[in-house]
């Protein structure tokens, strides 16, 4: 059985929090919350050293503040500055589950690994999830520092993991023929939700979270009032996004939102009826997000530049858009290959290169030119 130590003890043994007792030059029992063991008798030593010393003792010690009433504030933020906060409600409760108890301070960059590292080996967590975690965590320590509750951030101490964003699914012609087969035949009521997010290529929280007063029908205009990236982005409407708007405001109760159930309540995603198609269709490793992929890649085999797509995407910077450049490698041999033309032209002593195109677009017709930076018209 380990020793007690004098002068330190836990209010509620196995809580992890830490007290200490001792007697002032008075004569009077005072007693003080210090959190970790090695704290309360680090303290423990200190105090008795003031008592010896004649030192006015302080009347009243910073309070310990736990992981669980930090968190509180991180949720307050979320839900006031995110879009859709419910992911970090559901990581939030289970890091309470694991700290909520803990010193605030006393959590250590140690833990914080360990509870990474087991998240990823028991629940094979992406490293996405796990870095999803670590900021989770980061932003519960700066607004704590903010708020003077704490003093270290020590989520800032643990290692980002590498994500790999190199995977692009996008939907070939005779998958997305298969489903719409399958819709038209057993869910008819989703198929404009499944053209508005092949031709917008709006993210999920995006696209779901619209309303009608988010629609300019008129200027074929959709807003997102505030994306991944926290800025304001319009994104422009084709025909085949019209007609969809159209069949749905045809169902429009008044209420607003532009998705609803057979019921006539709100969606808030495609989950129960799109991952069922998906399955039934025997389409393999296909997501909702992968119909983004589609988009992109498409505009890109059209012949659009990265510079329009990045801005039609909503991409932040040009180097997410870069990652479809590769998708068709058709159209970069094509291109190659028109240089070859060109250098051929040169070293035969023509005056002029040769300007005609024969690029084999498989299937797409590339689109007419016009100025780089025009966005309004889609491809599809």
Same mark, same amino acid.
């Given at each position: 059985?380990?020793?007690?130590?004098?002068?330190?003890?836990?209010?509620?043994?196995?809580?992890?929090?830490?007290?200490?007792?001792? *007697?002032?030059?008075?004569?009077?029992?005072?007693?003080?919350?210090?959190?970790?063991?090695?704290?309360?008798?680090?303290?423990?030593?200190? &105090?008795?050293?003031? +008592?010896?010393?004649?030192?006015?003792?302080?009347?009243?010690?910073?309070?310990?503040?736990?992981?669980?009433?930090? =968190?509180?504030?991180?949720?307050?933020?979320?839900?006031?500055?995110?879009?859709?906060?419910?992911?970090?409600?559901?990581?939030?409760?289970?890091?309470?589950?694991?700290?909520?108890?803990?010193?605030?301070?006393?959590?250590?960059?140690?833990?914080?690994?360990?509870?990474?590292?087991?998240?990823?080996?028991?629940?094979?967590?992406?490293?996405?999830?796990?870095?999803?975690?670590?900021?989770? !965590? *980061?932003?519960?320590?700066?607004?704590?520092?903010?708020?003077?509750? +704490?003093?270290?951030?020590?989520?800032?101490?643990?290692?980002? $993991?590498?994500?790999?964003?190199?995977?692009?699914?996008?939907? $070939?012609?005779?998958?997305?023929?298969?489903?719409?087969?399958?819709?038209?035949?057993?869910?008819?009521?989703?198929?404009?939700?499944?053209?508005?997010?092949?031709?917008?290529?709006? &993210?999920? =929280?995006?696209?779901?979270?619209?309303?009608?007063?988010?629609?300019?029908?008129?200027?074929?205009?959709?807003?997102?009032?505030? *994306?991944?990236?926290?800025?304001?982005?319009? +994104?422009?409407?084709? =025909?085949?996004?019209?007609?969809?708007?159209?069949?749905?405001?045809?169902?429009?109760?008044?209420?607003?939102?532009?998705?609803?159930?057979?019921?006539?309540?709100?969606?808030?995603?495609?989950?129960?009826?799109?991952?069922?198609?998906?399955?039934?269709?025997?389409?393999?490793?296909?997501?909702?997000?992968? !119909?983004?992929?589609?988009?992109?890649?498409?505009?890109?085999?059209?012949?659009?530049?990265?510079?329009?797509?990045?801005?039609?995407?909503?991409?932040?910077?040009?180097?997410?858009?870069?990652?479809?450049?590769?998708?068709?490698?058709?159209?970069?041999?094509?291109?190659?290959?028109?240089?070859?033309?060109?250098?051929?032209?040169?070293?035969?002593?023509?005056?002029?290169?040769?300007?005609?195109?024969?690029?084999?677009?498989?299937?797409?017709?590339?689109?007419?030119?016009?100025?780089?930076?025009? *966005?309004?018209?889609?491809?599809?």
């Amino acid at each position: 059985m380990p020793r007690k130590q004098r002068g330190i003890y836990e209010k509620a043994p196995g809580s992890g929090i830490w007290w200490i007792r001792y *007697s002032d030059s008075m004569g009077r029992i005072r007693r003080e919350k210090a959190g970790l063991k090695q704290t309360a008798t680090t303290l423990y030593r200190k &105090r008795k050293t003031e +008592v010896l010393q004649g030192k006015k003792l302080p009347e009243t010690r910073k309070r310990v503040m736990s992981f669980e009433e930090l =968190s509180k504030d991180a949720l307050a933020y979320s839900k006031a500055h995110k879009q859709d906060s419910r992911h970090d409600g559901y990581r939030m409760h289970r890091l309470v589950g694991q700290f909520g108890g803990r010193p605030a301070e006393g959590i250590t960059p140690q833990d914080i690994e360990r509870f990474l590292a087991a998240g990823i080996e028991q629940d094979k967590w992406a490293p996405a999830t796990a870095n999803r975690y670590r900021a989770l !965590l *980061s932003l519960t320590y700066r607004l704590g520092i903010r708020n003077e509750k +704490v003093s270290t951030n020590p989520a800032r101490l643990v290692r980002h $993991r590498l994500e790999n964003n190199a995977r692009v699914r996008w939907l $070939r012609p005779e998958e997305e023929q298969e489903l719409r087969k399958y819709l038209e035949a057993t869910d008819p009521l989703h198929l404009p939700e499944f053209d508005i997010a092949l031709n917008t290529g709006l &993210r999920l =929280s995006e696209m779901y979270w619209r309303t009608w007063e988010n629609v300019n029908l008129e200027r074929r205009i959709l807003t997102v009032p505030r *994306s991944k990236n926290g800025e304001k982005r319009h +994104v422009p409407l084709n =025909s085949v996004v019209m007609a969809a708007l159209a069949q749905l405001k045809a169902q429009d109760d008044g209420k607003g939102w532009i998705f609803r159930n057979e019921r006539g309540e709100r969606l808030t995603g495609p989950r129960y009826w799109f991952d069922a198609a998906i399955k039934e269709t025997k389409i393999q490793d296909f997501h909702w997000h992968d !119909l983004r992929h589609t988009f992109a890649s498409r505009l890109i085999m059209g012949g659009m530049d990265l510079r329009t797509v990045q801005e039609l995407m909503g991409h932040k910077t040009i180097a997410m858009t870069c990652r479809y450049a590769h998708l068709a490698p058709t159209y970069q041999l094509a291109a190659v290959e028109r240089l070859a033309e060109i250098n051929r032209a040169i070293k035969d002593g023509k005056s002029q290169a040769p300007t005609d195109t024969r690029t084999d677009t498989g299937g797409f017709e590339p689109l007419p030119e016009r100025p780089e930076r025009e *966005s309004q018209a889609l491809l599809m």
